[in-house]
């Protein structure tokens, strides 16, 4: 039997619904994650640029540093948008799956979920987090704001491309033990990933000398948290919701 039946059989409207509500739940834990845990300091930053404006001469006409919506709408707002980008992001997940026949064979589906969630995840979030790792309020030029997007963007690309070519070598290998197989990606992996750490330039910005250390690297450490929340819940919540149906379309299809 296919390890696909859970693709073949459920077929992909089944297989991308549940993607899309693993996605509405991940993306509600990475809201919750954001508002308990990232928005700390996130305000421990909007004090130190309030401190700084405060501290600026003041000009003829002055300047408005009146937020047009409230902190609390804001975070709100944060929680929200994390739920809408989880159910996209989930729908894509689910094709992603549905379309991953060679990458994780002969794991069960809840395994390969998790392991292309796990895949993703160093590819389009800890790899961009170690080359370029986000930056809370108070610190960034505004006018880099288009180069940082594109430099943040190509290292997201290129490591999706390594996922790929991994998958590949994976199943170029497969004559090859599971254990020297998995050692020779592996390798092959890092080497590529410390390729991209390499090639791309350093980032823009420097952190400016009044934002404290401290909150800075807590930033971008509950940032991270809050992306591997949203990719590993994302391939959890997949695997519990596609494995049972997968076995109970499995029992009937050896039945029948």
């Known amino acids: 039997m296919s390890d696909?039946?859970?693709?073949?059989?459920?077929?992909?409207?089944?297989?991308?619904?549940?993607?899309?509500?693993?996605?509405?739940?991940?993306?509600?834990?990475?809201?919750?994650?954001?508002?308990?845990?990232?928005?700390?300091?996130?305000?421990?930053?909007?004090?130190?640029?309030?401190?700084?404006?405060?501290?600026?001469?003041?000009?003829?006409?002055?300047?408005?540093?009146?937020?047009?919506?409230?902190?609390?709408?804001?975070v709100f707002g944060g929680v929200l948008a994390a739920v809408i980008v989880g159910l996209a992001v989930g729908a894509l997940f689910a094709t992603a799956y549905a379309g991953s026949r060679r990458w994780f064979a002969g794991r069960p589906p809840f395994g390969r979920s998790v392991a292309l969630a796990a895949a993703v995840f160093g590819a389009a979030a800890l790899l961009p987090a170690v080359k370029y790792p986000a930056n809370p309020p108070a610190v960034g030029d505004p006018g880099t704001v288009d180069y940082r997007t594109v430099l943040y963007l190509g290292v997201i690309?290129?490591?999706?491309?390594?996922?790929?070519?991994?998958?590949?070598?994976?199943?170029?290998?497969?004559?090859?033990?599971?254990?020297?197989?998995a050692a020779v990606v592996a390798l092959a992996v890092v080497a590529a990933f410390v390729v991209i750490l390499l090639v791309f330039p350093a980032p823009p910005d420097a952190v400016p000398a009044d934002m404290p250390s401290d909150v800075l690297w807590e930033f971008r450490l509950a940032s991270l948290a809050e992306t591997a929340t949203l990719w590993l819940g994302l391939g959890v919540v997949f695997g519990l919701l596609v494995d049972p149906a997968a076995r109970r379309a499995r029992t009937a299809a050896v039945a029948a």
């Open 4 to 74: 696909n039946v859970d693709t073949g059989v459920i077929g992909f409207r089944g297989v991308l619904l549940r993607g899309v509500a693993a996605g509405g739940v991940a993306g509600l834990l990475a809201g919750l994650v954001g508002l308990f845990v990232v928005e700390v300091p996130i305000r421990a930053a909007l004090a130190v640029e309030e401190a700084r404006a405060a501290a600026e001469p003041a000009e003829a006409g002055g300047h408005d540093h009146g937020e047009m919506f409230s902190r609390g709408t804001q």
């Open 157 to 181: 690309a290129a490591g999706l491309l390594v996922v790929v070519g991994a998958s590949g070598l994976a199943s170029r290998l497969a004559h090859l033990g599971g254990p020297v197989r």
